[in-house]
């Protein structure tokens, strides 16, 4: 069956520090969608990716998507404490789009 | 809009306990889905619905059953609890079954089977 892995699963940054997850699915994607869980908390939708190669930002978070559409990645610059918690990617496969399957998510904490 | 609503938040049962929890959302979505969250596995589809009176099964859906007899309602039922279904659950919707469509979550409800 399908799979997507993320990578790294635990990062600790200094406070200001960039960050970066990578998702890697096993099959071709129809989008992939980011999302954020703080700890303790439900996870939160942040962001969906269509197109091959897209690129979207939302203030310091920049989302791509491959060219492939097999990979995508999130990258957080300058990270502040209010960005800590777990980040997953999620995909539908082009054929049979009714189940998302989720990464194994990156663990982000914050050395303030 | 209270969302997606999910009771109860907490849950401790016995080996070979049944239980159901609860999940309802007040958005009128027509997809529904149970996902079971363990350290360093993510989140796994345990059974999803596009609309009432239709469920299927997702990645890791033994020992679990669900119905959906309303649009509103999406239960999932624990036959005969294991420890091994100690886990975070979360009830998921979104207003289409399709691709662009992102999933809303409840709370979540923490279960501990001894």
């Known amino acids: 069956g399908q799979q997507v892995m993320q990578i790294p699963q635990y990062q600790h940054v200094q406070e200001g520090e960039d960050f970066t997850t990578y998702c890697n699915s096993s099959t071709t994607l129809s989008n992939i969608q980011w999302y954020k869980q703080r700890p303790g908390g439900h996870p939160v939708f942040l962001i969906q990716l269509v197109k091959s190669g897209e690129v979207k930002k939302q203030k310091r978070l920049t989302f791509q998507f491959g060219e492939a559409k097999k990979n995508s990645s999130l990258h957080i610059t300058a990270t502040q404490t209010t960005d800590v918690g777990t980040y997953f990617c999620?995909?539908?496969?082009?054929?049979?789009?009714?189940?998302?399957?989720f990464g194994t998510g990156t663990r982000l904490t914050i050395i303030p | 809009n209270a969302g997606v609503t999910q009771t109860p938040k907490f849950q401790v049962l016995k080996t070979g306990q049944s239980m159901t929890l609860q999940c309802a959302q007040d958005?009128?979505?027509?997809?529904m889905s149970w996902y079971r969250q363990d350290p360093g596995m993510g989140l796994r589809l345990i059974h999803y619905s596009v609309g009432a009176g239709i469920t299927d099964q997702g990645e890791v859906p033994n020992g679990y059953n669900v119905s959906r007899s309303t649009t509103e309602d999406f239960p999932l039922r624990l036959l005969s609890a294991a420890p091994s279904q100690t886990s975070v659950y979360f009830c998921?919707?979104?207003?289409?079954?399709?691709?662009?469509?992102?999933?809303?979550f409840g709370n979540g409800t923490r279960l501990t089977v001894t």
């Open positions: 958005m009128n979505h027509e997809y």
């Open positions: 998921a919707s979104s207003y289409s079954k399709f691709a662009d469509s992102p999933l809303h």
């Open positions: 999620a995909g539908r496969r082009r054929q049979g789009n009714e189940k998302l399957t």
